[in-house]
């Protein structure tokens, strides 16, 4: 709930270094090389609607949500412009079951590293796969403790933090090191994270 919080309060003050304005790259190429086909889709902490928007474009019917009032209304103005039909919705992700559900596709940027121990973090996972149907993908991108980084960084997780999470739900077929997409030379290590749901 205070992570909840302290999101509401960086919209309001701008101060939000996530919001690159474009979608990430990580979830262009998953999605392009996996190939993940369209379905429905969830993003969850979907800021300002610019991947949601973006999955849109490839036929994916998408629910983005959000905590921030702020984050959701511009998600709302972009798609408009886009001319794209996502549905952008305030809500906790880990207090609500989402509508629409189950869906084939769940992505997350930078919300599922924000679980500061590994009870949030399998709560969380746990979610994710009551809301997936069937050999349900998730594709999270969370900052990697495998980089020493001065200076304002994401929340960073290791491989065993990922792991430890996800294994009772998913079925890992990917975890690399990367970077998020960004705006700055030297953007965040990541790990780009894609799970299906177990049988």
Not at 89 to 116: K, N, Q, W
Request: some cysteine; glycine content about 8%.
């Amino acid at each position: 709930m205070a992570e909840e919080n302290r999101f509401k309060e960086r919209y309001q003050t701008g101060d939000t270094p996530w919001d690159i304005g474009k979608p990430d790259s990580n979830l262009i190429q998953t999605v392009t090389t996996t190939p993940i086909k369209p379905c429905k889709a969830l993003e969850i902490g979907c800021g300002t609607g610019d991947n949601a928007i973006r999955l849109s474009q490839q036929n994916f019917h998408v629910v983005g949500i959000d905590a921030s009032e702020i984050a959701i209304e511009k998600a709302k103005e972009k798609a408009s412009k886009a001319d794209t039909k996502c549905a952008f919705l305030v809500s906790d992700f880990l207090t609500s079951h989402i509508e629409g559900a189950p869906f084939g596709f769940v992505f997350d940027r930078g919300c599922f590293h924000t679980m500061g121990s590994d009870k949030e973090r399998k709560r969380f996972a746990e979610n994710v796969n009551g809301h997936l149907g069937k050999d349900g993908l998730w594709l999270s991108l969370l900052g990697n403790a495998d980089e020493q980084r001065d200076g304002p960084r994401p929340p960073q997780r290791t491989a065993r933090d990922i792991v430890n999470a996800v294994e009772p739900y998913f079925e890992i077929l990917l975890l690399a090191s990367g970077h998020f997409g960004s705006n700055r030379p030297n953007p965040p290590r990541a790990w780009v994270c894609l799970m299906r749901k177990r049988r």
